[in-house]
């Protein structure tokens, strides 16, 4: 049976907020899902398993006060170095959260425990093989990670990695990677993608953990304020420049180290605190606004750009 992608007519147009570290969190999710757009957040933006569940509380006591809202998420870590994995894993089983986006790791049974309770599954993936892997272990849709994206990005050109999955499987995408409008929602539809996921403009709204530093930066940045390197993390994302100089760490010296070089222990450390990450639609964000205003604007910015495609189509 098709998966519904209106899940049933909450969701105003085919768009999630991306979970994001250390930004999403019950607030900023509830706001979205209120305004008719998907949204969720990292299960490891909490820093204990404790938190987690005061979240995910507060997550059920929302939704249940809002009419209609479009469909929630948790962000699972499947990789081996998450300590938390089962405990988190346990208490969205438990509290029967409706959709779980896994990512960094191999899905091995979860993918089946969330499926006993009638949960769904989207998994990350960047590349081919990767969405053969989720495929064959039961994802319900796959998350392509494309160019672009912040946090954890991929490093493949989004036409060419649709095209490449698209080969491997008849799975519902969702694309990731630079996108931050309403006209890149439709325009990730036409490629084929069944829903666009937008992350970094919603960095500093209002809503979210993002501190005046962060939205400070965020606003003045572009894309070419960016600096992409596997260097602090050994996975590959796109780092503010200016918060690397800030922290003593020299962005010309990452660009020149090779694949698969890390720095120092000690400057590794900076990006949990004041070194920046974001996608390059870090351009578009101008200002400090609320979920709901964002949520507006880009639903209202599909409207238009589908009316003036159906326009050119008729011509």
Known sequence: MALDFTFGGTLKIPLCVAPMFLVSNPQMTLAACSRGIMCGFPAHSTRTHADFVHWLNEMETGVAKLDAPAPWAINLVLHRTNERLEADLALCIERKVPIVLTSKGAPNDVFAKIHDYGGLVFHDV??????EIASEAGADALIAISSGAGGKSGTV???????????????????????????????AEVMGARMAYIGTRFIAASESLSDAYTDQIMVESSAKDLLFSTALTGAPQHWVKSTLVEEGINPDEL????????VKPTAAKARH????????????IRSVETVGDLCDQIVAEYHNAKKEFSAQQSR
């Open 273 to 284: 605190s004041r070194v920046k990450t974001a996608g390059q639609g870090i351009g578009m």
């Open 126 to 131: 960047a590349s081919a093989r990767h969405a």
């Open 157 to 187: 050109n989004p036409f060419a990695l649709l095209n490449e999955i698209r080969q491997v499987t008849e799975k519902p995408i969702i694309l990731a990677g630079g996108m931050s409008t309403g006209r890149d929602v439709l325009a």
């Open 255 to 262: 660009l020149s180290m090779r694949p698969g070089s890390r």
